[in-house]
């Protein structure tokens, strides 16, 4: 099976940039997804697609996807940023999640 | 607008099984592909389950292939998802979600609330 893999956690201080990596075999040729879940709520889309950021998500979040690395980046990072981000792709006839990423805003 | 709200959890003995809901409205939902995907209480995110527009074509995760059923009712907008031999760690809040696109294997959105569902003896 397919895996993908998240840093744990992610520290960024307040108006600065945040980056988090979704690594997996080839990710290139995948088409990735990202996905916002603040604290008791449900998942939100932020990214589709590798780069594409849905009508409502501040410009500020922004994607892209080279070799066997996919970013999520998050510049002029905000305390209502924080919260788990997850990197999503379709393989061999399965929905892979990454494993998560915590990021704190400082 | 689109709006997803889970129904059927609650607090089963192993072994047990239960039925799982999922309500559409706002959308055109025989139109949709339609995933389950369920959260361990402080864990990541877990895919379970997908199912194509017309029901015709299921996927499975591995971790619940032969427990696990997903179907639709496109006539009353309603997601399933039938879990049978509950285990302990099948405690999970229990997502859908719609697919973005109607031609499938896009993102998922909108997801649902959740159901929580709790296997103990």
């Known amino acids: 099976s397919y895996d993908v893999t998240q840093p744990l956690s992610v520290s960024v201080a307040l108006g600065q940039t945040a980056r988090i990596t979704c690594e997996g075999d080839?990710?290139?040729?995948?088409?990735v997804h990202w996905y916002q879940q603040k604290a008791g709520q449900a998942p939100v889309v932020v990214i589709y697609?590798?780069?594409n950021r849905p009508s409502g998500i501040p410009e500020r979040f922004s994607g892209s996807n080279s070799e066997n690395t996919a970013s999520l980046t998050i510049s002029g990072a905000q305390v209502g940023d924080e919260g788990d981000y997850y990197c999503?792709?379709?393989?061999?006839?399965?929905?892979?999640f990454g494993g998560g990423t915590k990021l704190t805003v400082l | 607008q689109v709006q997803l709200v889970e129904s059927g959890g609650g607090l089963v003995k192993p072994g047990g099984s239960l039925r799982l809901s999922c309500a559409a409205s706002?959308?055109?939902?025989?139109?949709?592909?339609m995933s389950w995907i369920r959260q361990a209480p402080g864990k990541g995110l877990e895919w379970i389950s997908y199912?194509?527009?017309?029901?015709?074509?299921?996927y499975y995760a591995d971790s619940v292939k032969g427990r696990f059923t997903i179907s639709r009712d496109n006539a009353e907008k309603v997601l399933y998802l039938q879990i049978n031999d509950l285990r302990v760690e099948d405690t999970a809040v229990y997502y859908c979600?719609?697919?973005?696109?109607?031609?499938?294997?896009?993102?998922?959105?909108?997801w649902g609330q959740g159901t929580l569902v709790t296997v103990s003896s």
């Open positions: 999503q792709v379709w393989d061999s006839n399965a929905w892979v």
């Open positions: 199912i194509t527009s017309s029901g015709s074509i299921t």
């Open positions: 979600a719609r697919d973005a696109v109607r031609s499938g294997y896009n993102w998922f959105d909108p």
């Open positions: 080839n990710i290139r040729s995948k088409s």
């Open positions: 706002g959308f055109t939902f025989g139109e949709h592909y």
């Open positions: 697609r590798d780069s």
